[in-house]
C-alpha cells in the first residue's frame, strides 16, 4: 500500500507542485524551510486541501481528482493528523478527546474510553489528568494528547506536523518511539529537528519553493538534498551517548565535552560545517579532537564534504581549497576537532 | 498600593495613565444618570404595598400568559432560523455580504412600527406572500397569536444571529478541520464539535432575543393588533393600563424591567464586553 500524490494545490499568491511523490510504509520526514508547502502537503493528503489539478491515491483508491470530479472528504480518508496548533477540543475532557475518534467510527462510550486511557497512558498522560480539560494542561501534555487523539482511530496514514517542538526534553524519546512504532503506517513527520530525521525516520521529502527537490532513503537525500536548506539541515551530525555532566561518552567510546551538562542517553548534534580537520594533532582551544580515518569525498562546486569513518561515523564541511591542501583522500588519516560549544545535547 | 491588591486589581485600563479629562468624565455621568432616571422613577412610583394585587388582575394575567407564549415561540424560531442564518453570514462567501448582513441587520434599527405595516404589506391578507397563505391554505397571520409571534421573531431574530455569527466567526473552522481528520462527517462535527465550542453565545443570543420579543410593541401593535388574550402583550396591556390604571403600568413596566435587567445581569462579562 502507498500513497501517491502527482498534482498541485492553489492557495493564493504561490502553489505547491508535487510530481509523482510515492509515500511507502513507515516514517518519511518531510522537511524544508518555512513556507515551502510542508503543512500544505499534510493537507491535501488529509483532504483539508483540494488538489487543483493531478490525482491523490490512498491504498489504490482515488482520494482527490478534479479532473474526474472525485474527492473524498478528509472524514472518510483514514488519514489522522497532528496540528502544528493542535487544535484539542477545549469542551471535552482530555479522555474524551482521545476518545473521539473512536466514538466517530462508532464504538460505544466504554470501549472508547477504554481504549483512549490506554493511549494515553502509552503516551504519558497521567491518569489524574484525563478527567480534566486540555486548558489545564501544560504544553507538553497537550502535545501527548493530541498525539493520542490522532492516533486512536488507527488511521492508514498519519501526518504529523512538528510533533516535539513543545514536548519537554525528558518525553520525546518516548514519543518519537511511538510515532516510528507501527511500521505498517505511513507516517508524514514533518519537522525541523534533525534528531527526527536520524531515529525514526526512513526515507526523506525535501521540500523547496513549493516543489518535491528532493526524495529518497535517508541516505540518498543526505547525499542529493536538492537544495541549500536541505544540505545544512541534512548535513548536521547526529551521535548518540550517555552523558555525565559535560562528558559524553559515544558508542565507541570517544569522550566528546559539552557545554551543557546532562545526565544518561543522549543525542549530540552538530553542523557539519562545526568540524575542522587537520593532517596533525591540533593544539589550540578545541577540547574535543580525535584521529579518523577518512571514507569518502563528495566535491560539489567551491564545497566539499568530507565522510568520516570511526570511532564517529560524521560529515565535515570544508572548503574545496582546504580539501586541497590537506590532500584528502579516502582512507588517509586525518584529526578532526570540535568546539564544545558547536555541540547541542538533546536529550 | 500595595503589591497584594495590585495583583487583586479588577482587569482594565490603568487609572493613572489613561484617566480621561474632568469635563468628560462629567458629562458621562450626566449621560449615565439620563439612563438611570426612568428607573429610578419608576422605582419611586412603584405602589409597593399594592403590587401584588395590581399584578393579580385578570387583564394583566392575560397578558403576561400573552407575552409568555408569544415571547417563547419568537425565540424557539429565532434559533430554529438564526442558526442556520448565522452559519451562513460566518461561513460562506457571499456574492454581495454587505447588503445581506444589512438586510439582517436591520430590524435593529428600524421603527418598530415601521417593521409592522412592512409585515402587513408582506404577510397580510392581501400582501405579497399573505395572499397566497390565505387563499393556498386559509391562513392569515395578522391580528392573530401566530401574527404577534411573527412581528415578535422579526424584531428578535437579529439579536441572536449576529451573537452568534460573531462566535462562529471567532471560533473558526480549526476545530472542524480536526474533527473531520477524526472521521466526524459535517452533521456529527455540528453536533459534537461546533455547537458545544459557541454555547456561551448561543445561550447569550437566545436570551438577548427573548428579552427583545418581551418588550416587543409596535410591530406587535401595527401587525398583530391588541385583542385581549391573543395578541396583547404585556408592554400593550401597560399602554393601555396608563389611562385607566397609571397603577397597573407602573407595576407591569416594573416587572418588564427587572425581567430585561435580569438578562443582562445573568448574561454577566461573558459574553458582554466589560
Known sequence: MTVELDGSVVRPGWALRVDRLEIDEGVTAVIGANGTG????????????????????????????????????????R?????????????????????????????????????AGALLEQVGVDSAMWTRR??????????????????????????????????????????RALIGESPARHTLLITHDPVDVATVARRVVVLDGGA????????????????????????????SGLAEGTSVTTATGLVLTVATEATGPVYVTFPAHAVT??????????RNAWQAELARVDVDGERARVHLAGPLAVRADITRRSADELELRPGVTVWASLKATELTVVT | MNVSSGARAAPGPDPGVSRPPAALTAVGFVALGLLALPLVGLLQRAPWSALPSVLGES??????????????????????????????LARRRLRFGRVVRAIVMLPMVLPPVVAGTALLFALGRRGLVGQWLDSWFGVSLPFTTAGAVVAAAFVALPFFVVTVEAALRQAGDDL???????????????????????????????????????????????FAGNFPGRTRTLPLETYLALERNPEAAVAISLVLMAVALAVLITLRDRWMPR
Do not use: Y
Not at chain 1, 488519514?79 to 460505544?108: E, K, P
Not at chain 1, 504544553?139 to 506536523?161: C, H, K, N, S
Open chain 1, 38 to 77: 510542508k503543512t500544505t502537503l499534510g493537507r491535501a493528503v488529509a483532504g483539508l486541501d483540494r488538489l487543483a489539478s493531478g490525482r491523490l491515491t490512498i491504498a489504490g483508491s482515488v482520494a482527490d481528482d478534479p479532473a474526474a470530479g472525485v474527492f473524498v472528504p478528509a472524514s472518510r480518508r
Open chain 1, 79 to 115: 488519514v489522522g493528523m497532528v496540528f502544528q496548533d493542535l487544535r484539542l477540543f477545549g469542551h471535552l475532557r482530555v479522555i474524551d478527546n482521545v476518545a473521539f475518534g473512536l466514538r466517530r467510527a462508532g464504538a460505544d462510550r466504554a470501549t472508547a474510553r477504554r481504549k
Open chain 1, 134 to 175: 486540555p486548558a489545564a494542561l501544560s504544553g507538553g501534555q497537550r502535545q501527548r494528547v493530541a498525539i493520542a487523539r490522532a492516533l486512536a482511530p488507527d488511521p492508514q496514514v498519519l501526518i504529523v506536523d512538528e510533533p516535539l517542538a513543545s514536548v519537554d526534553s525528558s518525553g520525546r524519546a518516548g514519543l
Open chain 1, 212 to 239: 518535491v527537490a528532493g526524495r529518497g532513503s535517508v541516505t540518498e537525500v543526505t547525499a542529493r538534498p536538492g537544495c541549500e536548506w536541505a544540505a545544512t539541515f541534512l548535513g548536521a551530525n547526529v551521535v
Open chain 1, 277 to 286: 580537520l587537520h593532517r596533525d594533532r591540533p593544539a589550540g582551544s578545541a
Open chain 2, 59 to 88: 387583564e394583566v394575567l392575560e397578558a403576561l400568559r400573552v407575552s409568555l407564549v408569544v415571547s417563547l415561540l419568537a425565540t424557539a424560531a429565532c434559533v430554529v432560523l438564526g442558526l442556520p442564518l448565522a452559519f451562513v
Open chain 2, 176 to 222: 472542524d478541520e480536526a474533527a473531520a481528520t477524526l472521521g466526524a462527517g459535517a452533521w456529527s462535527t455540528l453536533a459534537h464539535v461546533t455547537l458545544p465550542t459557541i454555547r456561551p453565545a448561543l445561550a447569550a443570543g437566545t436570551a438577548l432575543a427573548w428579552a427583545r420579543a418581551v418588550g416587543e410593541f409596535g410591530a406587535t401593535l401595527t
